[in-house]
Each structure stands twice: as structure tokens, then as C-alpha cells.
């Protein structure tokens, strides 16, 4: 079966060219040129059940809240301004009442804290599985949404954030570890195993992307490329250097990796690294810029203060590679894609 990049390229391949489209399918967000200055951003998101979610590891009200911010990170990831979302549900007829208005309060609690508003959507019935599907729509200046293809040689690579809770807290809830039994079970552990599970967790249940200062990078144009970490750092790292027909170092010892990833790693029979590199649903914004704009991304870190550390540089060619011990390894993108 064809894996889920193989298919976009097969509809990009075939998409008509439309009048108004500056950007169409392969990048976060949909470009579209409306005039009065600003550019319209639309993209959309489709969560699945027993795919992106299962409904006993996650409140309904935290998974109202992943569903709209995984969609509103993408056009944060365009150096856009979030202003509208819709949601669509197919609902299965085992859901009760009360979960399903505690999966709109999630939403709607979600969007009115980040000055979004939700303006429509669409319900239907399922057989068996609960489906969400939500469409952001934004804006900014015209000509000045942050592609996936403007990076090239001698740029710097950041991240934001600290990576690897995520999969952390996926790989936690694959092994029977719940966030409600965590918490009741909070007193009678190690306090700093405790804190880090529940971090971790959240992390994946209820991801903050940044959407402030995604739209303030692109409104600085401080970034050439940049990209959400949703797929992992190897793969979404990829994503930026297939579009912009250049190669990249990542440095591995510059590599934030979040606290709760390195205390749990043992645990979890894995490397800290590992997830760093390659776990997915982050929402950290990966981008790249020019040297000499390092001054005011150190600026932007602490205004903001979300840490955005410099883990790598473009270079000419193709590939991905990551130094480590002073060698250097190719880094084959390992991180999630769905298979149909």
C-alpha cells in the first residue's frame, strides 16, 4: 500500500494551477492571494480514532484541545496570524452526551484562549470509530508566509522548545500508564518520576504550540524555512530539505532533549536521542535563518521565553546527517508517516 507521501505527491503532481494560489499542496498551509495586502492561510487536520488517538487514554476535553491545536500549528508554522477554525465530527453511537460537550468545550476552551474563533463545521454519525476533522484559516502580510523551501547554504537550523516528551508520553500510555491514575498515584512514588510521566504525557494529550511567536518570526522575517515538528525532527527536517533542494548537519549534543524524556529513556528501553530525533507530535517550530539574524532570535527566545537553541546548518547538496562524536552519519528520516 502507498505510504501518506507518496499520495500527496501523487495529488500534488495532479492539483490544477488555479489563479490566486501562491502556494498549494506540500507546505503546512494553503497560500491564497486575496488582495488588501494580506494573504489568506488555510490547512486542515484529521485525527482518527485507533490512528492519532485512542478515547481511554485521553479526556474529552484534552482531546477538543489537541484537535484544534494540532491545525492551528500549522499556520503558526506559515509565520501567520490564527483567526478562524471549523470542526467537523463523525460520531459513533456508543459516545454519551457529556463526552461529546466536553469534547466542544475542549475545542471551544482552546480556541477562545488563543483568540481563534470557530466559526462552523459539519456532524455526522460512524460506525464504530469517533473521527475529527478541523480546518484553521489565518492570515498574513502578502508574499510573507514562511514556505518549507526558502532554506539554503550557510543557514542556521533552529528548534524551539525541547524535544522528545511527546513520544515519551506516547510510549508511556502504550504501556498502560494512564494521566488520571499518574496523578492519584503522584504521592506515593518518586516525585520527580511522577512529575516527569505527567509532563510527558500532557505533552502528547495536550500539546501548546507557539502560535505568538510563529507569527512574529514571519511577521520579523526572521526565517527562510520553517516547518512544525509533528512528524518527528528527522522526518519534518526532510520535509524542509526536499523542498529546498539542500542538505543539512544536525548537531547531536546541541540537540534540546526535554527533561522528562532523559529521566523516563531507561525506563522505556530507548535513548534520549533517539526521541528527540525522531518522536513525533511535538508542535515545536523548526525553522531556519541567516546568521546574521541570530542576535534577534536570541531576542525574540527571551521576550517569548521559549528557548530556541541553533542545532544544525544548510548545506549545499542533499541529505540529512547528523554529527555525533565528531563523526559525522547519514540520518535517514525515521520519524511518523501514515500507511494506507
Known amino acids: 500500500m502507498p505510504g501518506e507521501?507518496?499520495?500527496?505527491?501523487?495529488?500534488?503532481?495532479?492539483?490544477?494551477?488555479?489563479?490566486?494560489?501562491?502556494?498549494?499542496?506540500?507546505?503546512?498551509?494553503?497560500?491564497?492571494?486575496?488582495?488588501?495586502?494580506?494573504?489568506?492561510?488555510?490547512?486542515?487536520?484529521?485525527?482518527?480514532?485507533?490512528?492519532?488517538?485512542?478515547?481511554?487514554?485521553s479526556l474529552p476535553r484534552l482531546l477538543g484541545h489537541k484537535a484544534m491545536a494540532v491545525t492551528l500549528s500549522d499556520i503558526a508554522a506559515m509565520g501567520g496570524t490564527a483567526r478562524y477554525a471549523m470542526a467537523s465530527v463523525a460520531l459513533p453511537h456508543t459516545l454519551s452526551a457529556a463526552f461529546i460537550e466536553e469534547l466542544f468545550d475542549g475545542m471551544l476552551a482552546y480556541t477562545e484562549a488563543t483568540g481563534v474563533?470557530?466559526?462552523?463545521?459539519?456532524?455526522?454519525?460512524?460506525?464504530?470509530?469517533?473521527?475529527?476533522?478541523?480546518?484553521a484559516l489565518g492570515d498574513c502580510d502578502t508574499g510573507r508566509a514562511v514556505r518549507r523551501n526558502?532554506?539554503?547554504?550557510?543557514?542556521?537550523?533552529?528548534?524551539?522548545?525541547?524535544?522528545?516528551?511527546?513520544?515519551t508520553g506516547l510510549l508511556l500510555?502504550?504501556?498502560?500508564?494512564?494521566?488520571?491514575?499518574?496523578?492519584?498515584?503522584?504521592a506515593n512514588e518518586n516525585a520527580a518520576i511522577s512529575r516527569a510521566r505527567t509532563q510527558s504525557m500532557m505533552k502528547h494529550l495536550a500539546p501548546a504550540p507557539?502560535?505568538?511567536?510563529?507569527?512574529?518570526?514571519?511577521?520579523?522575517?526572521?526565517?527562510?524555512?520553517?516547518?512544525?515538528v509533528s512528524d518527528g525532527l528527522s522526518t519534518d527536517m526532510s520535509h524542509v530539505l526536499d523542498e529546498s533542494h539542500c542538505g543539512a548537519i544536525l548537531r547531536a549534543e546541541a540537540i534540546p532533549i526535554n527533561d522528562a524524556a532523559r529521566l523516563l529513556a531507561d525506563e522505556l528501553k530507548t535513548e534520549p536521542l533517539r526521541?528527540?530525533?525522531?518522536?513525533?507530535?511535538?508542535?515545536?517550530l523548526l525553522f531556519t535563518a541567516r546568521?546574521?539574524?541570530?542576535?534577534?532570535?536570541?531576542?525574540?527566545?527571551?521576550?517569548?521565553?521559549?528557548p530556541i537553541t541553533a542545532i544544525g546548518e544548510i548545506i549545499a547538496g542533499s541529505g540529512l546527517r547528523l554529527e555525533r562524536n565528531g563523526a559525522l552519519e547519514i540520518l535517514m528520516p525515521s520519524g511518523y508517516e501514515h500507511h494506507i
Do not use: K
Open 5 to 57: 507521501l507518496e499520495i500527496i505527491a501523487r495529488l500534488r503532481a495532479r492539483a490544477r494551477a488555479t489563479e490566486g494560489v501562491g502556494v498549494g499542496i506540500g507546505d503546512d498551509a494553503a497560500v491564497l492571494q486575496m488582495g488588501g495586502g494580506r494573504d489568506l492561510l488555510a490547512c486542515s487536520d484529521l485525527m482518527a480514532e485507533g490512528v492519532h488517538f485512542r478515547r481511554e487514554w
Open 117 to 135: 474563533a470557530i466559526i462552523g463545521g459539519d456532524t455526522s454519525s460512524s460506525i464504530d470509530s469517533l473521527f475529527i476533522d478541523t480546518i
Open 150 to 167: 526558502g532554506a539554503r547554504a550557510g543557514d542556521v537550523i533552529y528548534v524551539t522548545g525541547a524535544l522528545g516528551a511527546s513520544a
Open 173 to 186: 500510555l502504550e504501556r498502560g500508564y494512564r494521566l488520571a491514575d499518574n496523578l492519584s498515584a503522584a
Open 210 to 228: 507557539h502560535l505568538a511567536l510563529g507569527r512574529w518570526i514571519g511577521e520579523r522575517r526572521l526565517a527562510t524555512a520553517m516547518i512544525d
Open 275 to 284: 526521541l528527540a530525533l525522531h518522536g513525533g507530535e511535538e508542535y515545536e
Open 291 to 306: 546568521p546574521e539574524s541570530h542576535a534577534r532570535i536570541a531576542e525574540l527566545s527571551s521576550q517569548f521565553d521559549v
